[in-house]
């Protein structure tokens, strides 16, 4: 049977309910990121949205903070520990305008071996592992430290066998990431673009799908960017075209102003409690929800 790999050793799924694929818990991003929303640094404010998840009924939290993010793969297996839930990290990068000098100056194949390293032996040599991949792109453009570092991605997959993650920025450039991937030989079905509700096309999001790719929205209660009409929307196009299994939902709450543990909101708790008995109102049956939030995400990340 395949396992999910966590923080805190690889994990068989039968028992798992519903899983966030896209979300984070401490971040510090570069110095030059003036927006220090962006930081989560408060261990004991995490800690408590981690265990509000649980209390919500989650049973698997995907962490995405990133090498050029601040990542703190120790910090994340204690609070897996203390919450009492699983937490897959991630090896890989976040777009362009974060990367450290040393993505210009190594070679594609030096970095590819450090996100194995990371898979396989422990992040930054220690002895927690990652359990997916995530590269990204720019704002209608991949710069070419980006092209680099995706295709760095695509070879430690190939290694690994480490699920990918794709950051795109607005929803932009996710079809342009999964071309170089597939040239790199890649099999899209492990593949999820993330994002894709910052770009609330339905052909868009058609398209990711069709080719094998599964598409991931992770805006919700963010009703600066869309309302959740919107996304209810995009939710049921997708459905009807026949690409239910090739969709899943989290909320990417990467600001301190997003965390109830941190006195903000929506919090963990939002789709649990509001956003899916919102979906059930809005006639997605119960079926296809189970699929978006479980089974989804189950087969995505189970590789080990």
């Known amino acids: ?16 309910g519903l899983v966030y694929t896209h979300e984070h818990l401490i971040t510090n991003p570069p110095a030059h990121q003036k927006d220090r929303d962006l930081e989560l640094s408060s261990y004991e404010c995490s800690l408590l949205e981690l265990i509000l998840f649980r209390q919500a009924g989650g049973t698997l939290l995907v962490e995405a903070t990133t090498l050029d993010y601040g990542r703190n793969p120790a910090a994340m297996a204690r609070m897996s520990a203390e919450a009492g839930v699983p937490v897959v990290a991630v090896s890989g990068f976040n777009k362009a305008a974060y990367f450290p000098l040393w993505v210009e100056t190594t070679p594609v194949n030096a970095i590819a071996d450090k996100l194995v390293r990371d898979v396989v032996e422990g992040m930054d040599g220690g002895k927690h592992k990652a359990g997916h991949l995530k590269s ?18 695509a070879r430690a997959h190939r290694e690994t066998g480490a699920p990918i993650w794709l950051h795109t920025e607005a929803g932009t450039m996710g079809l342009e990431m999964l071309d170089i991937l597939e040239s790199e030989g890649v099999d899209l079905g492990i593949v999820v673009v993330g994002h894709s509700d910052r770009n609330p096309d339905p052909w868009y999001h058609a398209e990711i799908a069709q080719r094998g790719a599964t598409v991931h929205f992770d805006g919700v209660g963010k009703v600066k960017y869309h309302p959740d009409s919107t996304r209810i929307a995009c939710i049921k196009a997708l459905i009807a075209a026949g690409h239910t299994d090739r969709l899943m939902i989290s909320g990417d709450m990467g600001r301190a102003s997003y965390l109830t543990g941190y006195g903000g909101g929506p919090g963990f708790a939002f789709i649990a409690t509001k956003f899916i008995p919102r979906m059930l109102a809005e006639g997605i049956a119960p079926e296809a929800i189970d699929s978006i939030f479980k089974a989804n995400p189950v087969r995505w990340l189970a590789r080990f």
Do not use: C, F
Not at 3 to 13: A, P, W
């Open 136 to 153: 990204g792109g720019s704002y209608n453009v991949i710069h070419p430290a980006e092209d680099k570092t995706t295709r760095a991605v």
């Open 1 to 16: 049977m395949s396992r999910i790999r966590t923080v805190l050793g690889d994990i068989e799924t039968p028992g798992l």
